[in-house]
C-alpha cells in the first residue's frame, strides 16, 4: 500500500488470470482480472476470456438485486461531471461517473453498464477503507482484493459458476475530482480504458468518498473505486 501526497492518483486491475477454484488475486498486483470458467468449459482455455459459456449458448447472469438503471448520456450530456464531491451530493457524482462510463461505451458500440447492488457495497466499502485508512490501492489493510470483496457481497456466491471482475480506482484534489476529470484520466490509461470498454461486463459499482485525509494534505476532492463484472451460469 503506497500513501500518497500527490493531487491525482489512478490504477485499475487488468490482465488476465484463469482460477480453478475461488482464490484471491496476486498481492499488491495492479495488473490482474480475476476470471473462473464454469462447468462447460475447461479451465485456462484462452476463449473462456472471449465469451466463455456464454459462446456455448450461455448468457450472463443478472443478480436480482441489479436495478435496471443505465444512467445514460442524454445527447452527450452527463449532468454534474463537473461536481466536486462533497458529503451532501455522492449520489449525483456517483451517477455522473457512471454517465461518463457509458457515454465512452456508446461511443465504442458497447452496451451500458448497469448498477448492481453487490458491486455498489463493494466498491463503496473499499473506497471508505482508502479515505479513512489513508492508503491507495486494490489490495486493503488486511489483504482483501477486488475478487474478495465482491465475494463478501454476495456477487460472485456460488461456487462452479463463470465469472470476469474487474476494478479502476482513482484520486484527485479539487477539479481533478471531479467526474470528469477522473474518468477522463482513466481513459488516458490503457489498463482502465480496457476495463471501461470490455464487452463482457455488464454490471458495476461505483463507491465514492470527498475524505481523503492525508492523500491531499486537507485538500477537498474524490476518491473513487469502480467494480465491474459479469457472471454466468
Excluded at 28 to 55: D, I, Y
Excluded at 180 to 191: E, F, L, Q, T
Amino acid at each position: 500500500m503506497a500513501r500518497m501526497a500527490r493531487p491525482f492518483a489512478l490504477a485499475a486491475a487488468v490482465g488476465a488470470l484463469s482460477l480453478v477454484a475461488p482464490a484471491a488475486a496476486p498481492a499488491m498486483s495492479l495488473s490482474t482480472r480475476e476470471s473462473q470458467s464454469s462447468p462447460c468449459k475447461p479451465v485456462g482455455s484462452a476463449s473462456f476470456h472471449e465469451g466463455g459459456c456464454a459462446g456455448k449458448g450461455g448468457r450472463p447472469r443478472h443478480h436480482p438485486a441489479s436495478r435496471h438503471l443505465f444512467f445514460v448520456a442524454h445527447d452527450g450530456h452527463c449532468p454534474d461531471a463537473n461536481l466536486q464531491p462533497s458529503p451532501h451530493d455522492l449520489e449525483l457524482v456517483r451517477a455522473a461517473t457512471l454517465c461518463l462510463v457509458n457515454r465512452e461505451r456508446a461511443r465504442h458500440d458497447e452496451a451500458p453498464l448497469r448498477w448492481n447492488d453487490h458491486l455498489i457495497r463493494s466498491a463503496q466499502n473499499h473506497t471508505h477503507s482508502m479515505a479513512f485508512g489513508d492508503y491507495f490501492g486494490h489490495a486493503g489493510p488486511g489483504g482483501q482484493t477486488p475478487l474478495s470483496r465482491m465475494k463478501r457481497t454476495g456477487y460472485v456466491s456460488r461456487r462452479g459458476v463463470g465469472y470476469e471482475v474487474g476494478e479502476n480506482i482513482a484520486w484527485g484534489s479539487l477539479w481533478l475530482g471531479t467526474p470528469k476529470a477522473i474518468v477522463a484520466g482513466w481513459m488516458r490509461s490503457p489498463g482502465h480504458r480496457a476495463n471501461i470498454l470490455d464487452r463482457r461486463f455488464r454490471d458495476t459499482g461505483i463507491g465514492v468518498s470527498s475524505h481523503l485525509g492525508r492523500l491531499a494534505h486537507g485538500q477537498r476532492g474524490g476518491i473513487y473505486t469502480q467494480d465491474f463484472g459479469v457472471v454466468m451460469g
